[in-house]
């Protein structure tokens, strides 16, 4: 944390395991405050981290201290980068962002082709299945996974490209209607849109 503020600790008992608490800060400081100042901004960032090790102190007894450490303290942060998004009135502003790229689909068979975004096309994908007739999920997958045209589904599937467009547009309809009436599979799309869109 060389360079860096200091983060003050009250009533901390106990020094080996406030040794061992700053050894873990020593090491993931840099990369959890990389994360979040390409998230959000540098004085913001500061505070998210800070908030996460402060919370991480708190649990030290009972948190893992292998080295599923890292992943625990990645997993703090997305929720504290999705909260301050939501707590500054961001959150519906990347919903409509994720409802407008579910949106593209229906003109661009590659809209969520992106590398960044395969963590977000493969959730999506998997409530597809859910929720999906067998013979809807596999119009669905031709056009999200495999980025099929239509006409290439009509051939797949014998139908004319027309109809291919109509049921893909229907089973997408339920697709988003799953995802609004799920808030916690909602909040983990989005929190996933967010670390992957903002600059």
Same mark, same amino acid.
């Given at each position: 944390?060389?360079?860096?503020? %200091?983060?003050?600790?009250?009533?901390? !008992?106990?020094?080996?395991?406030?040794?061992? &608490?700053?050894?873990?800060?020593?090491?993931?400081?840099? #990369?959890?405050?990389?994360?979040?100042?390409?998230?959000?901004?540098?004085?913001?960032? $500061?505070?998210?981290?800070? /908030?996460?090790?402060?919370?991480?102190?708190? %649990?030290?007894?009972?948190?893992?201290? /292998?080295?599923?450490?890292? $992943? @625990?303290?990645?997993?703090?942060?997305?929720? +504290?980068? $999705? #909260? @301050? *998004? =939501?707590?500054?009135? +961001? *959150?519906?502003?990347?919903?409509? #962002?994720?409802?407008?790229?579910?949106?593209?689909?229906?003109?661009?068979? /590659?809209?969520?082709?992106?590398?960044?975004?395969?963590?977000?096309?493969?959730?999506?994908?998997?409530?597809?299945?859910?929720?999906?007739?067998? !013979?809807?999920?596999?119009? $669905?997958?031709?056009?999200? %996974? *495999?980025?099929?045209?239509?006409?290439?589904?009509?051939?797949?599937?014998?139908?004319?490209?027309?109809?291919? =467009?109509?049921? @893909?547009?229907?089973?997408?309809?339920?697709?988003?209607?799953?995802?609004?009436?799920?808030?916690?599979?909602?909040?983990?799309?989005?929190?996933? &849109?967010?670390?992957?869109?903002?600059?």
């Amino acid at each position: 944390m060389s360079g860096q503020k %200091k983060i003050s600790f009250h009533n901390i !008992s106990g020094t080996s395991q406030q040794a061992a &608490f700053e050894a873990s800060v020593a090491i993931y400081w840099n #990369k959890l405050l990389g994360i979040a100042t390409a998230k959000t901004n540098p004085h913001d960032a $500061f505070d998210i981290v800070q /908030d996460v090790l402060l919370s991480l102190w708190q %649990k030290w007894e009972e948190v893992p201290k /292998d080295e599923t450490l890292e $992943f @625990y303290l990645l997993n703090a942060l997305k929720f +504290r980068i $999705f #909260k @301050y *998004y =939501r707590t500054n009135g +961001r *959150y519906q502003a990347h919903l409509k #962002k994720l409802e407008v790229l579910l949106n593209d689909t229906l003109e661009t068979p /590659d809209a969520l082709a992106q590398e960044n975004l395969h963590g977000l096309k493969e959730t999506i994908m998997e409530e597809a299945l859910e929720v999906l007739s067998p !013979s809807q999920r596999q119009l $669905f997958v031709l056009r999200v %996974k *495999y980025h099929y045209s239509y006409q290439k589904i009509a051939q797949q599937l014998s139908i004319d490209p027309g109809s291919a =467009r109509v049921l @893909y547009s229907r089973a997408l309809k339920q697709v988003k209607a799953h995802i609004k009436a799920n808030p916690a599979l909602t909040a983990t799309l989005v929190t996933s &849109f967010v670390l992957v869109t903002i600059p």
